[in-house]
């Protein structure tokens, strides 16, 4: 399964030492330039070391071949930078999903019929694929980490494992 994330799953999961979850669910994991947000912008904050190690392993840093795209797609839909460039990448290496955090991306993506999993929804694949025992302890690591979640979203998510 291929996969395109934009910055903040992989913000998010490094936080959590679950940076990896990733490469177990989908293999290989295509970003662009949001490896420039990240590591060489973001220096000493979460995410930055571990992306850094991961890149050339299992997460490849992938240019988008059309640039214009990208302004277009930032301008239609009120996206910034990094998430419109995560899109585009998506499409053009027909990807599986793109993982998204941000409402506009996530509206963005989903009407390219691009598969969106959103960082809580990684968890809940993770607990389905037998690679952690509940969904719930992530859920509230991520609300200390700072991570936006809705209590009534985070009722959806528990109630699909059983866990609410």
Same mark, same amino acid.
């Given at each position: 399964?291929?996969? /395109?994330?934009?910055?903040?799953?992989?913000?998010? !999961?490094?936080?959590?030492?679950?940076?990896?979850?990733? *490469?177990?669910?989908?293999?290989?994991?295509?970003?662009?330039?949001?490896?420039?947000?990240?590591?060489?912008?973001?220096?000493?904050?979460?995410?930055?070391?571990? =992306? #850094? #190690?991961?890149?050339?392993?299992?997460?490849?840093?992938?240019?988008?071949?059309?640039?214009?795209?990208? %302004?277009?797609? #930032?301008?239609?839909?009120? !996206?910034?930078?990094?998430?419109?460039?995560? =899109?585009?990448?998506?499409?053009? /290496? *027909?990807?599986?999903? =793109?993982?998204?955090?941000?409402? *506009?991306? /996530?509206?963005?993506?989903?009407?390219?019929?691009?598969?969106?999993?959103?960082?809580?929804?990684?968890?809940?694949?993770?607990? %389905?694929?037998?690679?952690?025992?509940? /969904?719930?302890?992530?859920?509230?690591?991520?609300?200390a980490a700072r991570f936006r979640l809705r209590?009534?979203?985070?009722?959806? =998510? !528990?109630? *699909?494992?059983?866990?609410?």
């Amino acid at each position: 399964m291929t996969a /395109v994330s934009n910055s903040s799953p992989l913000i998010f !999961l490094s936080a959590l030492q679950d940076l990896d979850l990733l *490469r177990v669910l989908f293999g290989k994991v295509s970003i662009p330039a949001v490896y420039r947000e990240v590591v060489e912008n973001g220096s000493g904050r979460p995410g930055t070391k571990e =992306i #850094q #190690q991961a890149a050339g392993a299992w997460l490849s840093v992938v240019t988008v071949t059309i640039a214009s795209n990208v %302004r277009d797609l #930032q301008r239609r839909a009120g !996206l910034h930078a990094g998430e419109a460039e995560a =899109i585009v990448l998506a499409g053009e /290496v *027909r990807a599986d999903a =793109i993982l998204l955090d941000d409402q *506009r991306g /996530v509206d963005a993506a989903s009407a390219t019929s691009l598969t969106v999993p959103r960082t809580p929804g990684l968890y809940l694949a993770a607990k %389905r694929a037998g690679i952690i025992p509940r /969904v719930k302890p992530k859920l509230e690591s991520l609300r200390a980490a700072r991570f936006r979640l809705r209590e009534e979203h985070s009722r959806l =998510i !528990l109630e *699909r494992p059983g866990e609410s």
